[in-house]
Nanobody, 126 residues
Framework: QLQLVESGGGLVQPGGSLRLSCAASGFTLDYYALGWFRQAPGKEREGVSC????????NYADSVKGRFTISRDNAKNTVYLQMNSLKPEDTAVYYCAAVPAVQTNMCDVWYEYDSWGQGTQVTVSS
């Protein structure tokens, strides 16, 4: 059974950093594009970042460019999101997601992600 489990969320002060991890079980991530999404209270879920199955292509929402970095370690079947210079507006539940790769260098098929983790809360507050 395909399963994604996020970890690494928590409470951090503005300007701080967190690294989210998402471990997969029941399948290998090698042939999947991977994404991080977030949903803040009262807002729709939005795509934050994604990485292609080859790892050669990444994509970021404008709001996180230059602050967040996505990476993947296929040997560990894990995807990461390094979040630096965090702002209060980054507060949300963060979800990782996977979609079978149609092209190895694409990942920004935001509406096609079909396997989801349970989410991890990130709160940025002083």
């Amino acid at each position: 059974q395909l399963q994604l489990v996020e970890s690494g969320g928590g409470l951090v002060q503005p300007g701080g950093s967190l690294r989210l991890s998402c471990a997969a079980s029941g399948f290998t991530l090698d042939y999947y594009a991977l994404g991080w999404f977030r949903q803040a209270p009262g807002k729709e879920r939005e795509g934050v970042s994604c990485i292609s199955s080859s790892g050669d292509s990444t994509n970021y929402a404008d709001s996180v460019k230059g602050r967040f970095t996505i990476s993947r370690d296929n040997a560990k079947n894990t995807v990461y999101l390094q979040m630096n210079s965090l702002k209060p507006e980054d507060t949300a539940v963060y979800y990782c997601a996977a979609v079978p790769a149609v092209q190895t260098n694409m990942c920004d098929v935001w509406y096609e992600y079909d396997s989801w983790g349970q989410g991890t809360q990130v709160t940025v507050s002083s």
